[in-house]
C-alpha cells in the first residue's frame, strides 16, 4: 500500500495492480513480450553474422556454400603435333571468388614443368615422342589448398605423308642472333639483342610474349623502329644457302599486348636482289594477328638474303612489333 494511496484506486503506468498486488497489468506484460522479441530477433542477426563469417574462415563446414573455384582454360599449339614439333601450352586462368589467384602449375604427363603466379602461363618444350600426351593444369586460389584441375589429352604422331604438308622448316627465330644475319635502320647497323628501353631502332627476342591477341608466346622477335620518325625502319636480313624447290616464308605478326598506344605498322618481307616481290600486312592494334606468307619458290637452288622489315606509319609512339614463329619452310 503506498501511503497517501487509498486502496483500490489505479496509478496509470505503474508496474503492478494496485487491486491485485503481485500481478503485471497486461499492458506492462504485452511491452515485455514485444521488448524480449526483439531482443530475440537481435541474437538472431548476430548469429547469421556469426555464420556467414565461419563460412568464410572454415569452408567444408555443413551448410555453408563454397567459394566458386577458378574458370580455367587450356590451348594448345599446334592442334595436331607430330614427333618433330615443339608444343606451346596456354593456361588462362579467371578467378570466379574474392580471393585471387594464388599459382598456376602445368604438369605434362603427371611430371610439374613450370609454375606461374599469374595467369596466363604458358609452357613451350618438345619435341615429344610417339604416342598419349597429357597436359595438365592445377590453379590455386587463396580461399583453399584443393586446386581447379584441367586436362588435355593429345596424340603425337608420326609427320603426314599428305603432299603439301611441310617436311622441312628453317627457324628465322633462332637465326636472328646468328653473327650472319644483319640488322640496321635503314641507316647504320644495330647490335642483336638491343635493349628494349632505347628510342631508337632496335631488335631482341621478347620471352613469354604477351600478344595483342591475349595469347602467349614463348619467345617472339621484337623489333621497334625509332620512336621519333614516322616511316621509320628496322630490317632484319637472314642468308639462306641453297633454297629449296617449294619453299615459302610464313609468320604471324602483329603487336605486343602492352602496345596499345601505337597507330599501325607495315611488315614486310621480301629478297634483298627482288624487292619488288615481296608480301606485306598493314597491321593496327585490333587484338589479333596477322598471317604474312610469301611464296620463294621462284628461288628454288639460290643462295638469297630474304629480308623482314617493319615500317612505323607513326613516329610518336613505340611500335613493339612482334614476329611470331617466322619460318621458311617446304
Request: proline share 8%; hydrophobic share 40%.
Amino acid at each position: 500500500m503506498i501511503p497517501g494511496v487509498p486502496r483500490g484506486a489505479h496509478i496509470p503506468g505503474a508496474g503492478f495492480d494496485s487491486v491485485a498486488p503481485g500481478r503485471y497489468s497486461s499492458a506492462v506484460a504485452a511491452d515485455g513480450f514485444d521488448r524480449r522479441r526483439s531482443l530475440l530477433k537481435g541474437w538472431a542477426l548476430v548469429l547469421g553474422v556469426f555464420a556467414v563469417s565461419l563460412g568464410a574462415l572454415a569452408p567444408g563446414w555443413p551448410g555453408i556454400q563454397l567459394p566458386a573455384k577458378p574458370d580455367v582454360e587450356i590451348s594448345v599449339s599446334p592442334a595436331e603435333p607430330t614427333i618433330k614439333d615443339q608444343i606451346t601450352f596456354t593456361v588462362k586462368a579467371v578467378d570466379t571468388s574474392r580471393f585471387g589467384l594464388k599459382r598456376i602449375i602445368l604438369l605434362v604427363n603427371d611430371k610439374e614443368v613450370k609454375s606461374c603466379l599469374t595467369s596466363p602461363c604458358a609452357y613451350f618444350g618438345g619435341p615429344f615422342p610417339e604416342g598419349p600426351l597429357k597436359f595438365e593444369a592445377r590453379v590455386y586460389d587463396h580461399s583453399a589448398d584443393d586446386p581447379a584441375t584441367v586436362f588435355k589429352m593429345l596424340t603425337i604422331r608420326r609427320p603426314s605423308s599428305q603432299p603439301g604438308k611441310p617436311a622441312r622448316a628453317i627457324d628465322l627465330l633462332a637465326q636472328a642472333e646468328n653473327p650472319r644475319t644483319r640488322w640496321t635502320d635503314g641507316y647504320i647497323n644495330i647490335p642483336f639483342p638491343g635493349e628494349e628501353d632505347d628510342l631508337r631502332a632496335f631488335a631482341c627476342y621478347r620471352y613469354d610474349a604477351g600478344l595483342e591477341d591475349d595469347s602467349v608466346a614463348p619467345r617472339v622477335l621484337l623489333t621497334h623502329p625509332r620512336s621519333t620518325d614516322t616511316g621509320a625502319f628496322v630490317v632484319g636480313i637472314f642468308k639462306v644457302v641453297d633454297l629449296a624447290p617449294g619453299a615459302i616464308f610464313r609468320a604471324r605478326v602483329g603487336f605486343l599486348s602492352q602496345a596499345d598506344e601505337t597507330d599501325s605498322a607495315e611488315f614486310r618481307v621480301f629478297v634483298s636482289a627482288d624487292p619488288s616481290y615481296f608480301a606485306a600486312k598493314l597491321c593496327f592494334y585490333d587484338g589479333r594477328l596477322d598471317d604474312l606468307v610469301l611464296d620463294l619458290d621462284r628461288y628454288a637452288g639460290e643462295d638469297v638474303e630474304l629480308v623482314l622489315q617493319v615500317r612505323a606509319l607513326d613516329g610518336m609512339t613505340r611500335h613493339l612489333a612482334a614476329w611470331v614463329d617466322p619460318r621458311v619452310e617446304w
